[in-house]
């Protein structure tokens, strides 16, 4: 085949793949235990279940400041929300007054 041909073939792929979002999804490989001063940091959470491309069930924790996301066991979730949920009621007490 012509060098050409080729070259021209490889761009199209590479253009379909980056156009379409069908590239390699970034998986949390496995899990890690953290401290609960990382909850406070939390800009973002996503679940990312096995049934997918992906092996493993995991949390991942979006952090201000950090470019990777922390891979949490997904039991952690509750942990996070429970962090938020006591956060939110202390903001409403001190705006309000009232418990």
Not at 30 to 41: A, E, M, V, W, Y
Not at 50 to 78: E, H, Q, W
Request: with cysteine; hydrophobic share 40%; charged share 25%.
């Amino acid at each position: 085949m012509d060098l050409k041909v080729v070259f021209a073939v490889v761009c199209l792929c590479v253009l379909a793949i980056t156009s379409s979002n069908a590239g390699i999804p970034k998986c949390c490989i496995s899990t890690r235990k953290f401290s609960r001063g990382i909850l406070k940091k939390v800009i973002k959470v996503e679940m990312q279940r096995s049934t997918g491309v992906c092996d493993i069930d995991a949390l991942k924790l979006y952090t201000a400041g950090m470019k990777r996301p922390f891979c949490a066991d997904p039991t952690v979730f509750n942990d996070w929300m429970k962090y938020k949920g006591k956060m939110m009621r202390q903001v409403n007490v001190h705006k309000t007054g009232k418990i």
